[in-house]
């Protein structure tokens, strides 16, 4: 009677530690690309990076580095969701926000959609620093390399 006692806590032990090891995966899962029905992927985004900064940047497009590059996941009237390689960002979008193109084309808010590889541009002055104030925004082409 000892010995079954025994083995049913090491087969109970065995379980948890499944179920455990069961409920870190699914959470890092939704850590990395969120809950969404289709499942987000990220593709890497350093070759995007060159088209936005070059010597030859067409008016509007400032120098330097973008402050956030990623991929759109939703937009309303008061800002944008997009997915980074750091995860889920919510930057804000006003009046004064200016969108290009690769090309420094200006696009309307109706020009980018759910997918478009955005790099934006702004100041992190709301929220005490921490949300991002888009001032200008560019939807770069995607590349053509498969997602992983």
Do not use: C
Request: aromatic share 6%; charged share 20%; net charge neutral.
């Amino acid at each position: 009677m000892a010995e079954n006692r025994w083995q049913i806590i090491i087969g109970a032990a065995v379980l948890l530690l499944m179920l455990l090891a069961g409920t870190f995966s699914l959470g890092v899962y939704i850590g990395r690309h969120g809950l969404s029905r289709e499942g987000l992927q990220y593709q890497p985004l350093q070759q995007a990076v060159p088209r936005v900064i070059n010597p030859n940047r067409p008016a509007g497009i400032p120098e330097g580095e973008p402050d956030i590059i990623g991929r759109l996941r939703t937009a309303s009237q008061s800002g944008i969701e997009i997915a980074t390689q750091n995860g889920i960002r919510f930057v804000v979008i006003n009046q004064e926000t200016k969108l290009f193109d690769e090309r420094g084309e200006v696009l309307e808010r109706k020009d980018i959609q759910r997918g478009d590889i955005l790099a934006i541009f702004g100041s992190f002055s709301l929220n005490e620093g921490s949300q991002l104030l888009a001032v200008v925004i560019i939807r770069i082409p995607p590349s053509n390399q498969p997602q992983p």
